[in-house]
């Protein structure tokens, strides 16, 4: 049985030259460092990791925002190099996190969900209209909004707008950049629940960037941790959730607060230093804030170590 | 457990008016709550239910535009409803601290995070610098910043989001407060680093006795850290009493939508529709007479619009502001 893949990353890098003073040179930043990671059609993939360890990155080069230095991105097995950006638009399509500064506040909301038809020239300006009743319908917003600006919305409705942009195209892929971190729970889980509906009703393929285990494991089948610019573990959801590996996503894992009278705050053993991006720790880059480092942690990269379909780099595992 | 622990501060009915074009906006329609010493209070609701103008009242820090009134303001034994603002200045800092939610912003980025620091003491202590030093590198040190000296010299861009928090929190201790007001702290940063500042926060507190009020809007921060909680909605506390009671038996619909919405790794299934609580908040100019929530509650009928005020107590000070009986909520929820 072979999965088709909507979107792929071979051993992506991208490295950022950062100026370190007038007469000091550059130095590299290496934001994602060789990612491969595989978005099966129809599935949801979920990523996590805390702020700087390249998830947006990634998610830019995904959208062809941002070229990679090296590797390769496949859309649906066939090159990116290959394609224009506009083509590349077509398919995928972001959602971003805030709603209240992706939205351009001088437009309408009609304006704003119809755009990428206007500059992908799809069908008569005749239709549009038309279009647009039925996005907003479809992501339950009423169709008087329409003529409404941004400013006169709720965070919620703001998202759905939001959503309503990205699905007018009818992509295949849609990745969102952490989607509901900005609103309510209450909205939190509305905004959820459409996206839930949305994607069995089209037949949609989500990457989700989220910092929200919780939510993750909501709404992922698969799911990739990263840190420092790697992909130290993956695996299925269930798999993830219930037996996690690498200790950076057991830290992550005890951070989730569940609303639980009964237990505490977690002590997650991390300490306090967070590793300079541009100079990276040797051997493990995890290894200066794990709880259960061995002496070859700081010595040898670990290499990626795959069993049943759960891939984890860690040297506690590679022997 | 037995002996009583002092109360820190003693808040009766409090309001906020702000005369807005259309009339006059109650963002706060009358909360009352005390803390006491080493007891952790949270303030919970969702965006625009009052919250952080309920601290910044409680400091003194509304904007002029806004008024504060209330039955009762005690702290420390001390009426502070009508202290003007060099009386407060003597308190805030000193016996009462504030942490907020964005580390950046609120450190000025033009100064090093010693002189910051030192500030604070040197205003209100009446010492020198060398003491207030020593404090510096003291508190720097326990909130878990390494090589503290040398930390003094550094600007707030040179640290990362969560030691800013931690120079924050150290900076809400020099003086030795009383009471520490946490609005949001860790709403801008990371997963682990807000598990460890929280972990830090409630250490803290033990270790200084201080009482703590704690606003968030997130249900899990709450059950974690809170002794008692206040579920505010619309500017009124909805449901209140101590956090395993709130959380094991909500009773008011607000409370339990809130906490069907979130998913909950081993209790929801994936990929199950989770609860909602639809429409929106509202207009809060001018009175509203009767529950807040009804335009929004699944069991509202016309009862709701003449609800009065007083709460339904349950045992052990658990209360909340809804007229369905415990057993009305019960056979819809129960099951």
């Known amino acids: ?319 | 457990m037995s002996d009583k622990k002092e109360v820190v501060l003693e808040v009766d009915n409090l309001r906020v008016d702000i005369p807005v074009s259309a009339g006059v906006l109650h963002p706060v329609r009358g909360i009352s709550f005390d803390v006491s010493r080493g007891e952790t209070l949270c303030i919970v609701g969702e965006s625009g239910c009052g919250k952080s103008l309920t601290s910044l009242a409680l400091m003194g820090l509304l904007p002029k535009k806004a008024h504060r009134k209330a039955d009762r303001l005690n702290f420390l034994g001390q009426d502070i409803l009508d202290f003007d603002e060099r009386q407060m200045a003597r308190l805030r800092g000193v016996k009462m601290a504030m942490i907020f939610q964005e580390p950046m912003t609120s450190l000025n980025p033009s100064y090093t995070i010693g002189n910051q620091l030192e500030e604070v003491y040197l205003r209100h202590m009446a010492s020198n610098r060398l003491e207030a030093r020593e404090r510096a590198i003291f508190l720097l040190d326990r909130v878990g910043i390494s090589s503290a000296g040398s930390r003094l010299g550094q600007y707030p861009h040179q640290l990362s989001g969560g030691l800013r928090q931690r120079v924050m929190i150290a900076m809400a201790l020099m003086c030795g407060p009383d009471l520490i007001i946490a609005d949001e702290p860790t709403t801008a940063l990371d997963v682990t680093i807000q598990a460890q500042i929280l972990h830090l926060l409630a250490e803290l507190q033990s270790d200084f006795d201080m009482a703590m009020i704690l606003i968030t809007h997130d249900l899990g921060i709450v059950a974690r850290v809170a002794d008692k909680v206040q579920v505010m909605y619309a500017g009124r506390t909805v449901e209140e009493g101590n956090c395993e009671s709130v959380f094991d038996n909500p009773r008011h619909p607000y409370t339990s939508g809130l906490l069907r919405c979130i998913p909950v790794p081993g209790k929801t299934q994936p990929g199950q529709k989770l609860g909602t609580v639809p429409g929106v908040v509202p207009n809060l100019v001018g009175e509203i007479s009767g529950c807040m929530f009804r335009n929004r509650c699944e069991f509202a009928n016309d009862e709701c619009k003449q609800l009065s005020d007083t709460p339904t107590v349950l045992d052990d000070g658990h209360a909340y502001s809804c007229r369905l009986s415990t057993n009305e909520i019960d056979a819809v929820i129960g099951d």
Not at chain 1, 63 to 83: C, D, H, I, M, N
Not at chain 1, 103 to 129: F, Q, Y
Request: aromatic share 4%.
């Open chain 1, 1 to 319: 049985m072979k999965q088709e893949n909507a979107l792929e990353a071979i051993s992506v890098s991208c490295v950022f030259k950062i100026n370190q003073g007038l007469f000091k040179g550059s130095k590299p930043l290496v934001a994602v460092n060789g990612v491969s990671l595989k978005i099966p059609k129809g599935k949801v993939v979920g990523l996590v990791g805390e702020s700087g360890c390249g998830k947006s990155t990634l998610a830019n080069i995904l959208l062809g925002l941002q070229s990679p230095t090296s590797g390769e991105v496949l859309y649906s097995g066939k090159a990116a190099s290959g394609f224009s950006n506009r083509h590349i638009a077509r398919r995928i399509q972001p959602i971003f996190q805030d709603p209240y500064s992706s939205l351009n506040a001088t437009k309408t909301v009609k304006s704003i969900i119809s755009l990428p038809l206007r500059i992908h020239k799809i069908g008569e300006p005749i239709t549009w209209d038309g279009k647009v009743r039925e996005m907003l319908d479809l992501v339950g917003l009423p169709a008087r909004v329409a003529e409404s600006y941004p400013s006169q919305l709720s965070g919620g409705q703001r998202q759905r707008v939001a959503i309503a942009r990205a699905l007018i195209m009818r992509p295949e892929v849609v990745i969102c950049d952490e989607p509901t971190s900005a609103l309510d729970v209450s909205v939190q889980s509305q905004i959820l629940n459409l996206l839930q509906d949305l994607r069995l009703e089209l037949g949609l393929t989500y990457l989700m960037i989220s910092h929200n285990l919780a939510v993750v494991e909501h709404m992922a089948d698969r799911v990739a941790v990263m840190y420092l610019g790697r992909i130290v573990e993956e695996a299925e959801s269930a798999v993830l959730f219930k037996e996690p590996k690498h200790p950076y996503t057991r830290a992550l894992l005890s951070s989730v607060l569940t609303p639980d009278p009964r237990l505490g705050v977690p002590d997650t053993q991390l300490g306090t230093i967070f590793p300079n991006p541009i100079d990276p720790p040797a051997g493990c880059s995890f290894h200066p804030r794990c709880a259960s480092r061995i002496d070859i942690c700081s010595q040898k990269t670990p290499a990626p170590h795959l069993e049943k379909q759960h891939m984890a780099e860690c040297h506690l595992f590679s022997k």
